[in-house]
């Protein structure tokens, strides 16, 4: 990992519902932190004692540079990064990468629907904040099981541009990708963010409203699949094109704990197939790609994960 930790401070935290704390970090010196885009996460070291590393998409304005904003939910199969999260209180001390961003507004969009299930509006409240400022039509539709499971809730409810949508609620403001993202228009971008199964729901139902892919702009919680599922799968070689270099890469281990065991100097952050760090290109072979932050383009352009996708192919050669 090549992080440059940036050494924080909790100036705030408030219990936000029953499972979310909000969190606000600071540098101890008071000086501005990194710039961000909007969409943009950063990798939390959670216990440095044992390494944990997480990532949480910052959900303050990006033009605030004096703090950063979390919402962490309290995960039921909390490993201990979501739990140590919460145990954390005002004066204490945190240890964070700077910003990186693989799901910002695109540029090439006029207006910009953001639709968030659950935790997954983080991300998506910095770019409402960024769109609120430039004056930029947009809407955010945010779905949640409950009001009492829902996050900022009485500043979304102020805001004309956000419609709420909760599960325990009357049918008719339940969210429909056909009624309230409505079919395909130009200059239109979808931004999704949200647990699996509901992202799995909207982006489907929008490529069957006819939205094309590229329009769609998605950010996940949880890798696609879990490690087990690899378990069943075959043996390959990964050769290296620097170096040549070749590695073997058997049931249920990963390319990226492979190449470091090894020696290499392979780049990576979550190791779950969601934060993009570990991409390098592939220069021939077959991949499997079990990730959740790749587009198809560039998918089609040759990218790969390391720490999370597999090979079609005996041999996979990278460009590392
Ligand atoms: S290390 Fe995060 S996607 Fe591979």
Redesign the pocket.
């Known amino acids: 990992m090549s992080n440059e930790w940036l050494d924080t401070i909790v100036v705030s935290r408030r219990d936000a519902t029953a499972r979310i704390v909000v969190l606000d970090l600071a540098r101890p010196d008071g000086v501005e932190l990194p710039e961000f885009t909007a969409g943009a996460h950063v990798d939390v070291l959670v216990d440095g004692a044992a390494g944990l590393v997480r990532q949480y998409s910052l959900c303050g304005p990006p033009d605030d540079r004096a703090r950063y904003r979390l919402a962490v939910l309290a995960e039921t199969a909390s490993r201990g990064g979501s739990l140590g999260m919460h145990r954390l209180r005002e004066g204490d001390r945190l240890r964070i990468s700077r910003p990186r961003n693989r799901f910002g507004v695109s540029d090439k969009a006029r207006r910009h629907v953001l639709v968030a299930g659950g935790i997954g509006v983080t991300p998506l409240l910095a770019m409402a904040h960024a769109l609120e400022a430039v004056g930029a039509e947009y809407e955010l539709h945010y779905c949640a099981r409950s009001r009492a499971d829902s996050v900022f809730v009485e500043e979304l409810e102020r805001n004309p541009r956000v419609r709420l949508h909760f599960d325990d609620g009357p049918a008719d403001q339940r969210f429909s990708t056909v009624a309230d993202v409505g079919g395909p228009e130009s200059e239109t971008a979808i931004y999704i963010c949200g647990p699996g199964g509901f992202m799995d729901f909207v982006i489907s139902s929008a490529l069957e409203a006819g939205w094309p892919s590229e329009t769609i702009h998605k950010e996940r919680f949880a890798p696609v699949a879990d490690t087990a599922a690899h378990a069943a799968d075959g043996t390959f070689t990964v050769r290296l094109g620097r170096t040549g270099g070749e590695y073997e890469i058997k049931d249920g281990e990963t390319v990226l704990d492979v190449l470091l065991a090894a020696g290499v100097d392979a780049p990576?952050?979550?190791?779950?197939?969601?934060?993009?760090?570990?991409i390098v290109r592939v220069l021939a072979g077959l991949p499997d790609h079990r990730?959740d932050?790749l587009t198809d383009r560039e998918r089609a352009d040759g990218m790969f994960?390391?720490?999370?996708s597999r090979a079609l192919s005996p041999i996979l050669e990278l460009d590392l």
């Open positions: 990576y952050s979550c190791r779950q197939g969601i934060c993009g760090d570990c990730d932050v994960t390391t720490c999370s």
